[in-house]
């Protein structure tokens, strides 16, 4: 095992990690950034350590960027998996045999990967604006498409299932506006709604549903490209989308 | 120190803890259950921590069973709170001296009461129902009305917020079934929903929104009682109602 890994494992808090499910949008299309094991053909969710003197929120916040280079995304805890038994698709013998060949020596239980309970976090980006990084113990990195995930180390499979639940519920809660582009019209946030919850909206109630919200602004400029009719463009209203946010909607 | 409470210490797992924001609904009051700990004047959410060999729900419904002897609760984990500095209204030399003073002996810092990342569950229970126990480092228990919460040690105002916050949120997705006797009236759950989000509905809208959802089941009987309209009672179809947990509704 290298020196900067165990240090890292050694400097960090032992029970509690966190993991990430990155939500990729673009076009139409809802992905899962996962990360290969070095030298096997195994697969799981980016994670990390948090040191002693870090909040919770920081870590998830530092590790995010460390992966993804951005630092404007949309970011949110969403559940904690605490079962003593987490990896839950390959057995625990074969799981020590991926992560002693990943992180390059041996483990005996309890030392350093003993039980870890770790909090989820799910991001949401775009993924044609990031280029992402494998970590120390990772040697690539790839796009899934939902429906084609493959099986995963840990409970990793379950983690994304319930951040797809969670940020579904959420985004009838909560307007989210980094996926979009600063003007934008109404037809490319029914896509985005579309995408993520995976069903069709009547054009003209999403509309009408959306135009009545208080946060967001009409401007004064059309789309003016190769479509029949030039769209309105709408931006958000900064202020009022921030307590929108905070408070909840109705959508 | 007691010898009990020094071996849970000493036998749990060190760097997570669970707290439990307990709402407690009864007759159109919704309040929140608080120790306070022993020899101080000062209040804290129930709390506990998790075996080494047990998984993070069952150590919540444990310790939730331990609290407040019921078996049938509404349990959500709902966030977990990780800030380095968690003690929001004390500092922290008058926190260690109140936790001095309840747990009966002196602390180091980062032996047994070190950084601790907390997970949340909140219940939802009827308080009519319920003999609270205080645990060992605590000797009273109080409901206390939402709006009346004293400055609690921790961050656990904080908690109760983020709570209430999000049990509000899940009940306009979740049908609440054990708040309710086994056959209700559409009054009785609207007076529950009205309660718990502190406003008032239109009865009308209120009753169609309601009766239109299919885990309801509408009984030949009604209600006989001082009321001039003896209203329809209502029970929850079980299959349905599960469907409607897990799925999310739209009320």
Redesign the interface.
Known sequence: MSNILKNILERS????SIDFVIFGFNGGELKVLLLKWKNTDKWSLPGGR?F??????D?AVRILVERTGLKNHFLQ?F??????IRNKNYSKSETYKYLETAFGGSFKTGESLG?V?S?GYYALLDFEKVTAVPDLVTDECKWYQISELPLMLFDHNEMVEKALKTLR?DIR?MPISNLLPEKFTISEIQKLYETILNKQFDRRNFHKSLVSQDFLIKLDEKRIGNANKAPHLFKFDTQKYLVALEN?IDL
């Open positions: 808090l032992k029970e509690v948090i002693p003197d870090e909040n919770l929120n870590a805890q559940h904690t998996f605490g079962d003593v039980r309970i909090v519920k809660f909840g």
